[in-house]
């Protein structure tokens, strides 16, 4: 088999600098562009991000006061049945208390997952072998 050389004429080299002429102030502009759209982006997460904090604690404080509520309607019934304030603290302190350490392990096993384990994993894992070279 012989192989062919092939020429090349004037018209495809004219063709391929004039696509690449196009194509790089295109590309330029694509990524200007991607960038402000990355900046506004950025932008509208901090804005939604910081709008998640306000409701957060809106939340928080809701929650507060309707356990509070509970708390003393809980204690005015209490009352009303004859208890005397020493039994009825005797009763809410250790509700507080368990309620307290229910959620400190529900808290502990969330806090588990913000330090990325697998990441670290697998980073642990190429610094390994990265000395082991």
């Not at 809106?58 to 304030?85: D, E, H, K, M, R």
């Amino acid at each position: 088999m012989t192989k062919r050389k092939r020429k090349f004429n004037l018209k495809e080299i004219s063709r391929a600098i004039f696509g690449s002429v196009v194509i790089i102030p295109t590309l330029i502009s694509l990524t200007g562009k991607l960038i402000k759209l990355i900046g506004e982006e950025t932008h509208i997460a901090i804005r939604s991000f910081i709008n998640v904090i306000i409701v957060a604690i809106v939340v928080v404080i809701l929650v507060t006061s309707t356990w509070g509520l509970l708390l003393a309607l809980l204690g005015s019934y209490l009352i009303s049945i004859g208890w005397s304030l020493t039994n009825i603290l005797f009763l809410l302190i250790p509700i507080n208390i368990v309620m307290l350490i229910v959620f400190l392990i529900i808290l502990a096993n969330l806090k588990k997952k913000l330090f990325f384990p697998d990441s670290t994993k697998v980073l642990s894992q190429a610094i390994s072998v990265y000395k082991e070279l």
